[in-house]
């Protein structure tokens, strides 16, 4: 140990975001490399694992060209799988959450053992039955990048019952696939291997990552990541279960976070954005039409991909501002409800992700919620995350010490002028868009 500097990569939906930071919490260098997600029909999603999972990373690792650094870790979206050849290169599809080849005996009673990544698993076995392994992203990017293909204990606990302490033989057998074929899991704080001469820290799920860092501490607090994927963790002070929506320990361990993920993130706002070329921002809060943002199904809280986009209470009059606004505030609805679901008691809202950039969605945020929207000041939360889990690992801090690296960003207010009619297209949304019964 040296130098002080860590690394964290983040593999995403549409990039790879690394982060090379200092003890001090300081950026000293940042990449990103975009990578495509396939989405060819509604019911398919899928990255080309080779350009995602190692290309980008690798690419990523060389354009923050810092030289030696003391630890490295990698998180990711979940789940995702592949299947690689003796190399460790991926040989089929990389596998993405809401796949139709993961819907298979999906379990919503028990949704983070939900067996999604099972059904990936079993197809893609089917696919390359002599495939060296079955690998998830951050595994196949770890053995990429020289280091071994390893996640955390965090995520073996959502794989139950393929994992319980160890890979299960006879449930993996099940499905055609051996132990030794999957990524290698390692507690939590201890170090999976080497890259080059850092640590590798074993890998862990994005949004765990993004909350070490948000500044969302306390049971007042709801954390909201807007990204390719909205996901939505309001902060409570009690274990609770909530039908449909997931809850896991904070990374202050008194506190638990509650809540899951929405497709009403950045891949619907986007599409809105292309649909509509430029709109202007909207300056009236009245003759905004309701948009239901289904347009691949929906995750937390009904879990139903079969669901569709649908746009409601147009008029002659209105125009493409008005239409995109109506895109901001579906987000902004998807994020109140499930804030509603958790019955918390939030009083803010700290945001990041890539779409705090984007003042019209955080507005949006702030009147749909009615709450202030606190900024993060560095929108890469999940990689600034992974840079801290990275010095942890190899022994520089302890995980509680955390908040050095909290950093803070503009906060947003919810406009007066928009409240009234805000609310009322929300009661409007919550009439048309589904949730499970008595929510």
Same mark, same amino acid.
Request: aromatic share 6%.
């Given at each position: 140990?040296?130098?002080?500097?860590?690394?964290?990569?983040?593999?995403?939906?549409?990039?790879?975001?690394?982060?090379?930071?200092?003890?001090?919490?300081?950026?000293?260098?940042? *990449?990103?490399?975009?990578?495509?997600?396939?989405?060819?029909?509604?019911?398919?999603?899928?990255?080309?694992?080779?350009?995602?999972?190692?290309?980008?990373?690798?690419?990523?690792?060389?354009?923050?060209?810092?030289? %030696?650094?003391?630890?490295?870790?990698?998180?990711?979206?979940?789940?995702?799988?592949?299947?690689?050849?003796?190399?460790?290169?991926?040989?089929?599809?990389?596998?993405?959450?809401?796949?139709?080849?993961?819907?298979?005996?999906?379990?919503?009673?028990?949704?983070?053992?939900?067996? &999604?990544?099972?059904?990936?698993?079993?197809?893609?076995?089917?696919?390359?039955?002599?495939?060296?392994?079955?690998?998830?992203?951050?595994?196949?990017?770890?053995?990429?990048?020289?280091?071994?293909?390893?996640? +955390?204990?965090?995520?073996?606990?959502?794989?139950?019952?393929?994992?319980?302490?160890?890979?299960? &033989?006879?449930?993996?057998?099940?499905?055609?696939?051996?132990?030794?074929?999957?990524?290698?899991?390692?507690?939590?704080?201890?170090?999976?291997?080497?890259?080059?001469?850092?640590?590798?820290?074993?890998?862990?799920?994005?949004?765990?990552?993004?909350?070490?860092?948000?500044?969302?501490?306390? +049971?007042?607090?709801?954390?909201?990541?807007?990204?390719?994927?909205?996901?939505?963790?309001?902060?409570?002070?009690?274990?609770?279960?909530?039908?449909?929506?997931?809850?896991?320990?904070?990374?202050?361990?008194?506190?638990?976070?509650?809540?899951? *993920?929405?497709?009403?993130?950045?891949?619907?706002?986007?599409?809105?954005?292309?649909?509509?070329?430029?709109? $202007?921002?909207?300056?009236?809060?009245?003759?905004?039409?309701?948009?239901? $943002?289904?347009?691949?199904?929906?995750?937390?809280?009904?879990? +139903?991909?079969?669901?569709?986009?649908?746009?409601?209470?147009?008029?002659?009059?209105?125009?493409?501002?008005?239409?995109?606004?109506?895109?901001?505030?579906?987000?902004?609805?998807?994020?109140?409800?499930?804030?509603?679901?958790?019955?918390?008691?939030?009083?803010?809202?700290?945001?990041?992700?890539?779409?705090?950039?984007?003042?019209?969605?955080?507005?949006?945020?702030?009147?749909c919620t009615g709450h202030p929207v606190h900024c993060v000041a560095v929108p890469e939360g999940a990689a600034l995350g992974a840079a801290w889990h990275a010095r942890v690992v190899a022994?520089? %801090?302890?995980?509680?010490?955390?908040?050095?690296?909290?950093?803070?960003?503009?906060?947003?207010?919810? %406009?007066?002028?928009?409240?009234?009619?805000? +609310?009322?297209?929300?009661?409007?949304?919550? &009439?048309?868009?589904?949730?499970?019964?008595?929510?």
């Amino acid at each position: 140990m040296g130098t002080g500097i860590t690394v964290g990569i983040d593999i995403g939906t549409t990039s790879v975001k690394a982060l090379a930071v200092d003890g001090d919490g300081r950026i000293l260098a940042r *990449a990103r490399v975009p990578h495509d997600v396939h989405v060819p029909s509604v019911e398919v999603f899928e990255h080309d694992a080779r350009q995602a999972w190692v290309d980008g990373p690798r690419q990523a690792l060389r354009d923050l060209a810092v030289g %030696d650094v003391d630890a490295v870790a990698i998180v990711s979206l979940v789940p995702s799988c592949t299947a690689v050849d003796d190399a460790g290169m991926p040989i089929t599809p990389g596998l993405l959450y809401g796949d139709h080849r993961g819907q298979a005996g999906r379990n919503e009673a028990d949704l983070l053992n939900s067996r &999604e990544f099972r059904s990936m698993l079993e197809w893609t076995a089917s696919q390359a039955p002599d495939a060296r392994g079955y690998w998830t992203a951050p595994a196949v990017a770890g053995a990429a990048l020289g280091g071994v293909p390893a996640a +955390d204990y965090g995520t073996g606990f959502a794989l139950v019952p393929l994992w319980n302490g160890d890979w299960q &033989e006879a449930e993996l057998a099940a499905i055609g696939v051996r132990p030794d074929q999957m990524p290698i899991l390692v507690p939590d704080d201890e170090p999976a291997g080497r890259i080059g001469t850092a640590v590798q820290a074993p890998s862990m799920a994005d949004a765990w990552a993004e909350c070490t860092v948000s500044g969302a501490d306390s +049971d007042t607090d709801a954390l909201v990541i807007c990204g390719t994927t909205l996901i939505v963790w309001p902060v409570v002070s009690e274990r609770v279960a909530i039908p449909g929506m997931w809850t896991i320990p904070h990374p202050r361990h008194h506190l638990s976070i509650l809540g899951g *993920a929405s497709n009403a993130g950045g891949m619907f706002i986007n599409w809105a954005r292309r649909m509509l070329a430029d709109a $202007p921002p909207r300056t009236e809060p009245a003759g905004v039409p309701v948009w239901v $943002p289904y347009l691949k199904g929906e995750r937390t809280p009904v879990h +139903d991909h079969t669901l569709r986009a649908s746009l409601h209470d147009m008029e002659i009059s209105q125009r493409p501002d008005a239409m995109m606004r109506a895109a901001y505030e579906a987000s902004a609805f998807s994020a109140r409800r499930l804030i509603e679901l958790a019955s918390s008691r939030t009083e803010r809202i700290v945001a990041s992700g890539g779409g705090v950039n984007d003042r019209q969605w955080m507005q949006a945020l702030a009147d749909c919620t009615g709450h202030p929207v606190h900024c993060v000041a560095v929108p890469e939360g999940a990689a600034l995350g992974a840079a801290w889990h990275a010095r942890v690992v190899a022994g520089l %801090d302890a995980r509680a010490d955390s908040t050095r690296w909290v950093r803070s960003g503009a906060v947003v207010d919810p %406009d007066p002028r928009w409240r009234s009619a805000c +609310d009322d297209r929300y009661h409007r949304w919550t &009439e048309l868009a589904a949730f499970p019964k008595g929510s």
